[in-house]
């Protein structure tokens, strides 16, 4: 019976020839080294802090134990949490994963993300777009009301987020612990603007240089009225098809309807394929379109079919869309369409 041991080896280190090549490089030896500290806030008082444009580039984020502090986070992230904090104001560029909050109380924030989840959080106003349901737990006096921002980077750092600024599900609260006879949340008021909540960085912090608005329309995310009772019984359902114009089509309809008057109640953005354009909108001929990202939306007034097929003759001739005939079918149109987009989104 044998065994293995060790012996301190008679053997010289070998010497390196001259010409000899040195040893490969791989690109993680490369890396720069990260400091956690970096992507990190931590026991912050009567501050303001937070992180500039192309400081965290989709890493992950923690804030916690933070009191009284203002925080600006102007970059994409992977995920945040945000632990015991209280009384803070928080400002989250779009966040490609979830946003956690745990045991927080007397938060306002702005939060763009795919997930928005809180915990044992009571008293918290949020202006959030969220591509899934919003979800709240243990948590009390929540409110809520549509993102309404803008920062010079914010349309790119959606675009690195991968988030649609036309998929905000904002209002449409899932409560995971609900209490008969208790609402845990509610909607802010309609006119609720961002700066009665969530100041502007001070003027001698080191966010002064980055070039804010909160005016609803210079926002990122359209501002929709989202699960308000409509004023009115008359929808219509706007559709353009893929295009490399779009998104700027879908902003220049909003213009021109809000501008005389109709309200922007939900916007969409859906991948399509010929086959399922013919079904949802129930058409007998084939419609030819390219296959790719559709952007919907309702809007809602009395005489809004009528104005939306004239501003799609009179602007958007030539591109291809979709607009509600009139107003008896306009109703099914939006059923029909937005009940595909959230099946086709997992809602």
Same mark, same amino acid.
């Given at each position: 019976?044998?065994?293995?041991?060790?012996?301190?080896?008679?053997?010289?280190?070998?010497?390196?020839?001259?010409?000899?090549?040195?040893?490969?490089?791989?690109?993680?030896?490369?890396? &720069?080294?990260?400091? *956690?500290?970096?992507?990190?806030?931590?026991?912050?008082?009567?501050?303001?802090?937070?992180?500039?444009?192309?400081?965290?580039?989709?890493?992950?984020?923690?804030?916690?134990?933070? &009191?009284?502090?203002?925080?600006?986070? !102007?970059?994409?992230?992977?995920?945040?949490?945000?632990?015991?904090?209280?009384?803070?104001?928080?400002?989250?560029?779009?966040?490609?994963?979830?946003?956690?909050?745990?045991?927080?109380?007397?938060?306002?924030?702005?939060? +763009?993300?795919?997930?928005?989840?809180?915990?044992?959080?009571?008293?918290?106003?949020?202006?959030?777009?969220?591509?899934?349901?919003?979800?709240?737990?243990?948590?009390?006096? %929540?409110?809520?009301?549509?993102?309404?921002?803008?920062?010079?980077?914010? +349309? !790119?750092?959606?675009?690195?987020?991968?988030?649609?600024?036309?998929?905000?599900?904002?209002? /449409?609260?899932?409560?995971?612990?609900?209490?008969?006879?208790?609402? /845990?949340?509610?909607?802010?008021?309609?006119?609720?603007?961002?700066?009665?909540? =969530?100041?502007? *960085?001070?003027?001698?912090?080191?966010?002064?240089?980055?070039?804010?608005?909160?005016? =609803?329309?210079?926002?990122?995310?359209?501002?929709?009225? $989202?699960?308000?009772?409509? &004023?009115?019984?008359?929808?219509?359902?706007?559709?353009?098809?893929?295009?490399?114009?779009?998104?700027?089509?879908?902003?220049?309809?909003?213009?021109?309807?809000?501008?005389?008057?109709?309200?922007?109640?939900?916007?969409?953005? =859906?991948? %399509?394929? *010929?086959?399922?354009?013919?079904?949802?909108?129930?058409?007998?001929?084939?419609?030819?379109?390219?296959?790719? *990202? =559709?952007?919907?939306?309702?809007?809602?007034?009395?005489?809004?079919?009528?104005?939306?097929?004239?501003? +799609?003759?009179?602007?958007?001739? $030539?591109?291809?869309? !979709?607009?509600?005939?009139?107003?008896?079918?306009?109703?099914?149109?939006?059923?029909?369409?937005?009940? !595909?987009?959230?099946?086709? %989104?997992?809602?």
């Amino acid at each position: 019976m044998g065994c293995f041991f060790s012996k301190k080896s008679r053997r010289k280190s070998p010497v390196k020839e001259p010409g000899q090549t040195a040893p490969k490089q791989y690109s993680w030896d490369k890396r &720069e080294k990260v400091d *956690p500290k970096d992507f990190m806030l931590t026991g912050v008082k009567d501050a303001t802090v937070g992180r500039l444009p192309g400081k965290l580039n989709g890493q992950q984020f923690v804030i916690q134990d933070c &009191e009284n502090c203002n925080i600006f986070v !102007f970059d994409h992230s992977a995920t945040v949490t945000i632990d015991d904090c209280v009384n803070c104001r928080i400002v989250l560029g779009p966040v490609k994963g979830s946003v956690f909050f745990r045991d927080c109380k007397d938060i306002k924030c702005v939060v +763009a993300c795919q997930q928005f989840r809180t915990r044992d959080c009571k008293k918290m106003d949020v202006f959030l777009c969220c591509a899934t349901q919003p979800i709240i737990e243990s948590s009390t006096s %929540m409110k809520f009301g549509c993102f309404q921002y803008y920062y010079p980077d914010l +349309a !790119f750092h959606f675009k690195d987020a991968g988030l649609s600024i036309f998929n905000n599900n904002w209002s /449409n609260i899932h409560d995971f612990t609900p209490v008969s006879g208790e609402t /845990n949340w509610s909607l802010l008021p309609e006119d609720a603007a961002v700066l009665e909540y =969530v100041p502007l *960085p001070d003027s001698e912090s080191e966010f002064k240089s980055v070039r804010i608005s909160t005016e =609803v329309n210079r926002s990122i995310v359209p501002m929709t009225k $989202g699960g308000r009772r409509k &004023e009115s019984e008359e929808s219509c359902l706007f559709v353009f098809f893929a295009g490399d114009y779009t998104t700027a089509n879908a902003r220049k309809l909003i213009d021109e309807t809000t501008a005389k008057g109709y309200t922007l109640i939900q916007t969409k953005e =859906v991948s %399509m394929r *010929p086959e399922d354009v013919n079904r949802v909108f129930q058409n007998n001929k084939t419609i030819f379109v390219p296959t790719g *990202p =559709v952007v919907a939306l309702e809007l809602n007034g009395d005489g809004v079919v009528e104005a939306c097929r004239s501003i +799609a003759n009179e602007i958007f001739n $030539g591109t291809k869309v !979709f607009v509600s005939e009139n107003k008896s079918s306009a109703s099914r149109d939006v059923d029909n369409f937005f009940n !595909f987009a959230d099946m086709q %989104m997992g809602l």
